[in-house]
């Protein structure tokens, strides 16, 4: 594995995973828009190094985004091979040992798995060769990248924050965006579901301060596991020594009692007051593709910066899917299936989320379905397990496998599907970004069954009808094999009285659901309907069934009756760093081909309001 972030870094570059780029770049949003570029290239490009000497500490981005540097990151050939190693550590783990000798057999296996734990070493570690405290321990000497234009300032991405349990000490690592919002002063955005929170809540009823240490850099493997849906009290070091097969070498803070990796390449140390008035937050261009807009969130002082005489400054950029984290959500599916199978759920063969979905709103399982109702029952089983709790639209298949990632399979199976018998509505918690939902942070659920299809129905095929008043419908999607057509509608149009028009005046034939969109959404890209019908939909609010079809408004529920929360804009590079990346890609990308900004091909959504709308200006 890796000693450094550098010699990561040198594996790419010898790899040919990597571009380096010497040129002068701003932090402010160009280092953003020539990252996106790249993250949006097939297979997710290549990884970025901004070296020039005008930037204090040279910054890497996109390093983990596409599978093989994944793996490379992971120290595997493949992220399989992670899998079938994990899967073969718990099958021996769990099969029934019923000879003394066999329990015996045990013991290499537990001497195995204690290589794992993290080792704590005396005297100071790599990330402390540099030491800033007092007035030199200033965020401005690092360099924070700016990434979408309606930020509310630059953004720490990739931190690794460690907290402690205010009653047993446990020690605990996330990864919670920080807002630079002074010298020795960020916000810290730990979510109310995660453990970050429930420490600070800690503090707060103890009324002490809380000590908080936060790492960038360092082994990747140790970046990943901060970003891994752990159970409770499991050390994500511990997981971080498995995928090295050496445990983490951990150095005490100086200033406070958490431990953290030995050859981190940043390291800042400070404290969150619990009894301080919190203070507001973003915007952010977040991973859903949409803003995440203003809320109010704990300070985190800074009083000690300590860093590697050779430290680089990792960054990630998150917005509009594909990005850098569908890479590090696959690394999650495909190492945290063998768990899953032996602990939540042993009926589920593989698990796919794709890129459209941002992690939580879309989820593909392939289970063994050995009776009617399997597939709800697995569907109620995920919706109560982990961060699966903040998934929105399942699909359940059944002898699938891998296929569950293949297009052409999803078409096959959706297109024999009977909404009117397959379908789970449920309601339960979703993800504080999920911006569909009338109430924060909780909403519907749609669970489908495809595991048992029906025989295609013989209706009369679908025919396209032109009326006043009645979105005009575009059936390219049934063309491809999809189940489904597709229509703009306008932004003010009722969506129950347009569908029983629909329904009430149009022959279906195969179609199994209607995504009405606003009119300003271009209908002939699949990849971005997805992920609009998925980001802005409510499984129940915003779904009827008529005639053995799903009618779906797609639309920003802008000014929508009982609809009172703000609405958030997609996240799109402006016109004027477009331009300057355009005008300078030469110089900058030095005979690399030209890529065009992404933004340029969901602008056309993108609504005049900055990072989100004013529901009492749009009513008007």
């Not at 030995?262 to 973003?282: R, T």
């Not at 079809?549 to 009756?561: E, I, M, S, T």
Request: charged share 20%.
């Amino acid at each position: 594995m890796y000693d450094s972030l550098n010699s990561f870094i040198r594996r790419l570059d010898q790899s040919g995973e990597l571009i380096r780029i010497s040129a002068e770049v701003s932090p402010h949003l160009e280092i953003a828009e020539l990252t996106d570029r790249q993250c949006k290239q097939p297979g997710g490009g290549k990884a970025l190094l901004f070296d020039h000497p005008s930037l204090p500490f040279p910054v890497a981005t996109n390093l983990m985004g596409s599978s093989r540097r994944m793996a490379m990151a992971l120290g595997a050939d493949s992220l399989d091979d992670i899998t079938a190693r994990l899967e073969s550590f718990l099958g021996r783990l769990t099969s029934p040992k019923e000879s003394f000798g066999e329990k015996l057999g045990m013991l290499p296996l537990m001497a195995q798995a204690a290589r794992w734990t993290p080792s704590r070493m005396r005297g100071r570690g790599e990330c402390q060769q540099v030491v800033l405290t007092g007035n030199d321990a200033d965020l401005s000497k690092l360099p924070v990248p700016t990434w979408a234009p309606y930020d509310g300032g630059a953004f720490i991405t990739l931190p690794l924050v460690h907290t402690l349990d205010a009653v047993s000490g446990a020690h605990n690592t996330g990864m919670y965006r920080m807002q630079i919002m002074g010298a020795r002063l960020t916000g810290m955005h730990w979510h109310l579901h995660k453990t970050g929170a429930a420490h600070y809540e800690q503090y707060r009823q103890a009324g002490r301060l809380m000590p908080v240490t936060v790492t960038l850099g360092g082994d990747p493997a140790c970046t990943y596991a901060a970003t891994a849906p752990l159970p409770e009290g499991v050390d994500e070091y511990l997981l971080a020594g498995f995928l090295r097969d050496k445990p983490v070498r951990l150095v005490k803070s100086l200033t406070n009692d958490i431990w953290i990796p030995a050859d981190s390449d940043f390291v800042i140390e400070g404290y969150v007051d619990p009894s301080e008035a919190k203070v507001v937050e973003g915007p952010f261009g977040d991973h859903t593709g949409f803003y995440s807009l203003e809320d109010l969130y704990p300070l985190f002082h800074v009083t000690c910066i300590t860093h590697r005489r050779d430290a680089v400054y990792p960054a990630t950029l998150v917005g509009v899917p594909p990005m850098e984290d569908l890479y590090i959500a696959e690394a999650t599916e495909k190492i945290f299936l063998p768990p899953i199978k032996a602990v939540i759920q042993p009926d589920i063969q593989a698990l796919h989320m794709p890129s459209e979905g941002v992690a939580h709103n879309i989820a593909i399982a392939d289970i063994t379905a050995r009776y009617k109702g399997a597939a709800f029952k697995v569907a109620s089983s995920l919706w109560g397990a982990g961060q699966m709790m903040f998934n929105k639209f399942l699909l359940l298949t059944s002898g699938q496998g891998k296929g569950i990632e293949s297009y052409d399979t999803l078409k096959s199976l959706l297109a024999a599907v009977n909404p009117d018998r397959d379908i789970l509505l449920s309601r339960g918690p979703l993800d504080v970004l999920d911006h569909s939902a009338d109430t924060f942070a909780f909403g519907g659920k749609m669970a489908i069954d495809a595991t048992t299809p029906s025989a295609h129905d013989d209706r009369e095929p679908f025919v396209r009808r032109m009326e006043t008043g009645l979105p005009l419908l575009d059936d390219s999607l049934l063309i491809d094999g999809w189940p489904a057509v597709t229509g703009n509608l306008a932004h003010d149009a009722d969506f129950a009285v347009t569908v029983e028009r629909l329904a009430g005046t149009m022959s279906w034939g195969g179609v199994r659901a209607v995504l009405l969109f606003d009119k300003e959404v271009p209908l002939g890209d699949k990849n971005l309907l997805l992920w609009l019908a998925a980001s802005n939909t409510d499984p129940i609010r915003d779904m009827l069934i008529r005639d053995g079809v799903c009618f779906f408004d797609c639309r920003a529920k802008l000014g929508k009756k009982g609809f009172d929360r703000r609405w958030p804009n997609i996240v799109a590079m402006d016109n004027t760093t477009i331009e300057a990346i355009d005008s300078r890609w030469n110089e900058i990308m030095h005979g690399e081909p030209f890529i065009p900004s992404p933004s340029l091909r969901y602008k056309v959504v993108e609504q005049p309001f900055g990072a989100g709308s004013d529901p009492e200006k749009v009513k008007q």
